[in-house]
């Protein structure tokens, strides 16, 4: 592979660890959301069920006030707690049925189905109870016992139902606690994964460029240095090996051309003796020509005065030759008054003849 893969490569590891961590800690979120939620829900279920309990106890006061009212003949509180009965019974189921109505386990669900009918046998009897308070009190009093009965019944569903409660609500907090414990471990687990396989995959990935480089490094100073006989051994198809692959090429054609530059010196060095030579050769010969040249200037200069000789010879005989042209020229006017004289000597022999 090569070092731009390499680091892709590296780079892709390190987003799927990122992906990795983010999608457990997405995983772990929503799961204790859930529990959040659930816990949530069944908390808000106990507090309907507390504030039921509160109306359930609301109701026994109110027909207990409502017997007393008519014993002692007060319309007035009679009323207040017929009425405050009516209110009380309806905030009772409201929040039975706001509870129902909640998220919750369907085994909360169930207790609560469970619930309902002695919830309506209680407010029956609170209602029939504070009824016939309000006619007369002997009777609301032989009631009292029926009433006590569903109190005492509802008393005991909505105990059990509120220690259901309190149970998944402790279980749901021990539950989201253990998970979070969970998740933060296998965070955690996963984080520490990610550092040791990055940082070998890192110092592998270091290791394998830094190591060709020093190496590409050293060849380079050494070859600078004249020193062409190092092995260079260039593994792999990274950047590097075909960084040291070219260093490799790059001395074998150093020594070629070296070699080729001794061999031409060898030649040269052949050359220059022979030049060298032949030089010295041609210095002897120029000696003897610098002798000759002396003899020649010698005998030059003996020609020189001859030639001066010669030619105030030449210039003399010049002037000889001139005077000899004048005689000559004057001969020639003797000449032609000869042959003129002898044309008239022949012409009066003629005549005499």
């Given at each position: 592979m090569t070092i731009k893969f390499k680091l892709i490569g590296l780079a892709l590891i390190s987003i799927g660890f990122t992906v990795l961590v983010g999608a457990v800690a997405t995983y772990d979120i929503r799961s204790l959301r859930a529990d959040i939620s659930e816990n949530q829900a069944a908390v808000s279920a106990l507090r309907k069920v507390t504030d039921a309990d509160m109306m359930h106890d609301?109701?026994?006061?109110?027909?207990?006030?409502?017997?007393?009212s008519a014993y002692d003949r007060d319309i007035d509180a009679l009323n207040r707690a017929l009425s405050d009965m009516s209110r009380h019974s309806a905030r009772f189921r409201k929040d039975l049925t706001d509870a129902e109505a909640l998220d919750l386990d369907p085994e909360l669900r169930k207790s609560i189905q469970e619930i309902t009918p002695a919830l309506n046998a209680y407010i029956a009897a609170a209602l029939e109870t504070g009824g016939a308070a309000s006619k007369s009190v002997t009777e609301a009093q032989a009631k009292l016992p029926m009433f006590s009965k569903a109190f005492e019944d509802l008393e005991t569903r909505m105990t059990q139902f509120s220690?259901?409660?309190e149970t998944l609500a402790e279980s749901r907090n021990a539950r989201a606690s253990g998970d979070a414990a969970s998740f933060s471990t296998v965070i955690l687990a996963v984080i520490v994964a990610a550092v040791l396989i990055l940082a070998v995959l890192s110092s592998l990935l270091i290791g394998s460029i830094v190591r060709p480089l020093n190496l590409a490094r050293t060849v380079a100073r050494r070859i600078a240095e004249g020193d062409l006989s190092q092995d260079i051994a260039a593994a792999g198809n990274d950047e590097t090996a075909m960084l040291l692959a070219s260093l490799?090429?790059?001395?074998?054609?150093?020594?070629?051309t070296i070699n080729e530059i001794r061999h031409a010196t060898d030649t040269i060095s052949t050359a220059s003796g022979e030049i060298a030579a032949g030089n010295t050769d041609l210095s002897q010969r120029t000696e003897e020509q610098a002798s000759s040249l002396e003899e020649t200037a010698s005998s030059m200069e003996e020609l020189t005065s001859t030639v001066k000789q010669n030619a105030e010879n030449a210039r003399q005989a010049n002037q000889l030759a001139v005077s000899a042209s004048e005689i000559a020229v004057k001969g020639g006017g003797v000449v032609r008054e000869v042959v003129n004289t002898m044309t008239g000597i022949s012409a009066s022999s003629k005549k005499i003849a």
């Open positions: 609301a109701l026994r006061a109110d027909v207990l006030a409502a017997i007393v220690a259901k409660i490799h090429a790059m001395q074998r054609d150093l020594n070629s």
